[in-house]
């Protein structure tokens, strides 16, 4: 139990914590990288931790269908529907956006396990926001008319609760880095609705642990201050979760430089970034979080914002099926065609 609030244990933890050799040598620093893309159900990834959490809640309201947001091919939504096929309930994403023009990446895995992906087109009239919370309301009804008892998880299961995932994923870093004698250094985290680096935040705080806190923001949404942004987040956990310990808006380290203007846009110095990884250590990124990330790792190794020698603590989150959607994987086809070798029959 963490500040008062059970979780479900579906997870095998702790997720490895490694160190990149070829890595930490191009960039003259130690780079680890902490896997929570191998945390199992629906390939694996960070929501898993905070479902944990609200999976409990749902059991204990009775809850027999899921019901979450994002966009079509959210990593976020994938997740909660691996757990609902776990524990035998309905499930619906709810996403505003167009169809990609075919059932791949993750709208494919959500259908595989059983999930039904509730596609908003926009009318150019009502917001995303306004259409999403229609289609919830109309799903969450349809629900409750046919007899089931449907539970709402918030966009990336980011909200008070959730948090808690990664307020634990951070002390689980904190004991491993303490074992492997890593004595100070900076966790590197993606950023986009903001529970995993506010649970990694609170969780480092809980423990007093000595290691920093990077948060790189991947979407324009957390312009122009996500620090502020933040703060707000922080006070709510503080009320929700009793925090006996409080933050200023300048205790939060978060950077807008690398979210190259748009949310999952195919980005070329990106891709790069993650063939780089995939070349060098044999871990494959995804396109939307990961790879904007450890290119950013890069650029700041670049710019000696990140110091030579220091130790730096990379969460991979997940979301390698976003590889697979057709916006990235084009690009990708065209970029590593020159590595397929095609022999034809001799006649």
């Given at each position: 139990m963490l500040y008062g609030h059970e979780k479900e244990p579906f997870l095998h933890l702790p997720t490895p914590l490694e160190r990149l050799d070829t890595l930490s040598e191009k960039l003259g620093i130690n780079l680890y990288i902490k896997r929570d893309d191998l945390t199992g159900l629906g390939t694996g990834g960070n929501k898993l931790r905070k479902l944990e959490y609200f999976i409990k809640d749902a059991l204990n309201k009775k809850a027999t269908a899921l019901v979450t947001v994002g966009g079509p091919q959210t990593n976020h939504g994938r997740l909660t529907a691996a757990v609902a096929a776990k524990y035998g309930m309905r499930c619906t994403i709810v996403a505003v956006g167009e169809y990609p023009g075919e059932i791949s990446a993750n709208i494919l895995l959500d259908r595989?396990?059983?999930?039904?992906?509730?596609?908003?087109?926009?009318?150019?009239?009502?917001?995303?926001?306004?259409?999403?919370?229609?289609?919830?309301?109309?799903?969450?009804?349809?629900?409750?008319?046919?007899?089931?008892?449907?539970?709402?998880?918030?966009?990336?299961?980011?909200?008070?609760?959730?948090?808690?995932?990664?307020?634990?994923?951070?002390?689980?870093?904190?004991?491993?880095?303490?074992?492997?004698?890593?004595?100070?250094?900076?966790?590197?985290?993606?950023?986009?609705?903001?529970?995993?680096?506010?649970?990694?935040?609170?969780?480092?705080?809980?423990?007093?642990?000595?290691?920093?806190?990077?948060?790189?923001?991947?979407?324009?949404?957390?312009?122009?201050?996500?620090?502020?942004?933040?703060?707000?987040?922080?006070?709510?956990?503080?009320?929700?979760?009793?925090?006996?310990?409080?933050?200023?808006?300048?205790?939060?380290?978060?950077?807008?430089?690398?979210?190259?203007?748009?949310?999952?846009?195919?980005?070329?110095?990106?891709?790069?970034?993650?063939?780089?990884?995939?070349?060098?250590?044999?871990?494959?990124?995804?396109?939307?979080?990961?790879?904007?990330?450890?290119?950013?790792i890069e650029q700041l190794c670049t710019k000696g914002e990140i110091k030579e020698g220091e130790n730096i603590i990379f969460i991979h989150t997940g979301g390698v099926p976003g590889i697979n959607g057709p916006v990235h994987r084009q690009a990708m086809e065209e970029e590593l065609m020159d590595g397929l070798i095609i022999k034809k029959p001799e006649r």
């Open positions: 595989i396990m059983g999930c039904t992906v509730y596609l908003v087109q926009k009318d150019g009239d009502a917001s995303e926001g306004e259409l999403s919370e229609r289609a919830v309301r109309e799903t969450m009804a349809g629900y409750e008319a046919a007899g089931e008892r449907p539970y709402f998880v918030p966009l990336g299961g980011s909200n008070e609760l959730g948090a808690l995932g990664y307020c634990e994923c951070a002390m689980e870093i904190d004991e491993q880095c303490r074992n492997m004698g890593i004595d100070d250094g900076r966790i590197v985290v993606t950023s986009g609705s903001m529970g995993t680096y506010i649970g990694c935040f609170i969780g480092l705080r809980h423990v007093g642990s000595k290691l920093g806190l990077l948060g790189v923001c991947i979407s324009p949404s957390s312009d122009p201050d996500p620090a502020a942004r933040a703060k707000k987040y922080f006070d709510r956990c503080k009320d929700y979760l009793g925090l006996e310990f409080d933050a200023q808006e300048s205790d939060f380290n978060l950077t807008n430089e690398y979210h190259w203007g748009a949310y999952n846009n195919p980005v070329k110095e990106v891709r790069e970034a993650i063939y780089e990884m995939g070349r060098k250590e044999g871990i494959i990124l995804d396109p939307c979080y990961t790879g904007k990330t450890y290119y950013a």
